[in-house]
């Protein structure tokens, strides 16, 4: 890890800087990037919602809650024990802390919306603060354009993040990345029932939906309006 910076190396060689890390160092940013990374998701949610009120529920409310830096860690500290589990079945040969560094590594990408996130939510206030109208998806030709280069931006870097999720649990684990996709999608699924059956019998299984959509929910509202 001396040699160059995993922050950097990890976007073109994830195997081996994620294998390298799990090896010298597991517990290395474990804690820094996934709060980082929880704070990247719907970051343009602030530019197109309609209502400030929205704002609060939909963007704040499902980030910090559904895909925030909690759920970020959760996925860290519990979703590995599942991967663990799952992938023992599969032939996996990894420890809990070698997933952790994939899942923590995996992370890195996502990380890196929340400075667009940030970019966009000083941009909004400002925005709104000289401005009557606040924007919208049609407002002209223009904003529409650069929405959709935002979103087809965001697609890319999870997509990515993904990948390097995927091709680090694969090193790992000690298999192909066919098998590190059965492992990571048979452990979320597993793991999202669970939720859903906690959630359901502690009575609150209606919230589930608006939980997890509440601020998709609000931004389609916002451009129907």
Not at 9 to 36: D, K, M
Not at 201 to 211: D, R
Request: hydrophobic share 55%; net charge negative; aromatic share 12%.
């Amino acid at each position: 890890m001396s040699r160059s910076s995993p922050l950097r190396s990890v976007w073109l060689q994830p195997s081996e800087t994620i294998a390298c890390i799990a090896h010298e160092n597991p517990g290395y940013r474990l804690f820094a990037l996934p709060i980082i990374a929880g704070f990247a998701v719907w970051p343009t949610m602030a530019l197109f919602t309609s209502d400030t009120d929205q704002i609060e529920s939909g963007l704040i409310l499902s980030t910090l809650l559904a895909f925030g830096p909690i759920a970020e860690l959760f996925q860290v500290f519990v979703g590995a024990y599942f991967i663990r589990l799952t992938g023992i079945w599969l032939g996996g040969k990894a420890g809990i802390a070698s997933i952790q560094t994939a899942i923590v590594w995996g992370n890195v990408p996502i990380a890196v919306l929340t400075i667009l996130g940030i970019v966009l939510l000083i941009f909004a206030s400002a925005y709104n603060e000289f401005s009557e109208t606040p924007l919208t998806w049609d407002q002209s030709p223009l904003v529409t354009a650069v929405a959709w280069l935002l979103f087809a931006f965001q697609a890319v870097i999870v997509g990515w993040s993904i990948v390097i999720f995927l091709r680090g649990l694969a090193k790992v684990q000690g298999y192909s990345i066919g098998r590190a996709t059965m492992n990571a999608a048979f452990a979320w699924l597993v793991l999202a029932v669970l939720v859903v059956l906690v959630t359901a019998v502690l009575g609150y299984g209606e919230l589930l939906p608006w939980l997890f959509l509440a601020g998709i929910e609000d931004l389609v509202m916002s451009n129907g309006s």
